[in-house]
């Protein structure tokens, strides 16, 4: 097929994920719970948490993976469908949990809601922000590879909403860079989406094989005032750890993915 016809590595990972928990959730209900159809599942669970780890990397090669696993998920459902109990009763989903004071010091309440705007660009972009500013939201969020930090900067600078009331965030998305590299990076960025203010907060937007270098070139930055705090964005435990024990700047956030389409 045309590559523009290809489907998105995330959302492709997401989907497969989804029917993946579901069949598992119903093989939990059936009376078939036992034999080679749980084996199977598992073996499933173990490829497609192997393809989205290469997704979550952004390795060459993930699309190639995830395709495979989403393959091969539609095969086995399509298969053991007929064993499959349709429904069952699940436990109710956990609520929100209520602020500490100390997670209030480092994550006002104020930015307890986000707004995303992934694959918003444009006059699109601005609107949306300049509306979900007057619909109350106070916590932007955005990233390097985005690319919309001028029409978010434009919808910040016409809103009545102060600055010192705005929640912003980014992330620096390239990896695999020196902390020089990371630095100038995300200097540049800011320097289009606040020019002569902050970001409240810099994420690193994925891992690298060593993040350390990048997240010095983070704390030089907090160190210099253009960003107030610094966050992790698809990290593992591991690679969370790491940081933890060598960071000078700890992280004030760990942006993790939840979603209905991925339940854990």
Not at 102 to 110: A, D, L, Q
């Amino acid at each position: 097929s045309r590559d523009d016809e290809r489907p998105e590595p995330v959302l492709l990972a997401m989907t497969s994920r989804y029917v993946y928990n579901n069949a598992r959730l119903a093989l939990r209900c059936s009376e078939t719970a036992a034999g080679p159809l749980a084996a199977s599942l598992s073996e499933l669970g173990s490829s497609l948490d192997q393809a989205q780890e290469a997704v979550r990397r952004r390795h060459p090669a993930s699309l190639d993976a995830i395709t495979a696993a989403a393959l091969h998920t539609t095969e086995l459902i399509s298969a053991v469908g007929p064993q499959l109990q349709s429904s069952c009763n699940v436990p109710s989903p956990v609520g929100f949990i209520e602020p500490t004071s100390t997670i209030e010091r480092s994550f006002p309440r104020s930015a307890a809601i986000g707004f995303g705007t992934h694959e918003l660009r444009g006059s699109d972009c601005y609107l949306a922000v300049r509306a979900a500013l007057e619909a109350g939201v106070r916590h932007i969020d955005t990233a390097q590879s985005y690319q919309n930090s001028q029409e978010i900067r434009r919808a910040l600078e016409d809103s009545t909403v102060p600055r010192a009331e705005i929640y912003l965030a980014t992330k620096l998305s390239s990896t695999g860079l020196s902390e020089q590299d990371a630095y100038n990076e995300l200097r540049t960025e800011l320097n289009i989406l606040a020019p002569g203010s902050y970001a409240d907060l810099c994420y690193l937007h994925f891992p690298s094989d060593d993040s350390l270098p990048a997240w010095r070139g983070l704390e030089r930055l907090v160190s210099e005032g253009y960003c107030r705090q610094l966050g992790l964005s698809n990290f593992g435990k591991d690679e969370v750890e790491k940081i933890l024990a060598e960071s000078r700047f700890r992280p004030a956030a760990l942006q993790i993915q939840f979603s209905v389409y991925e339940p854990c």
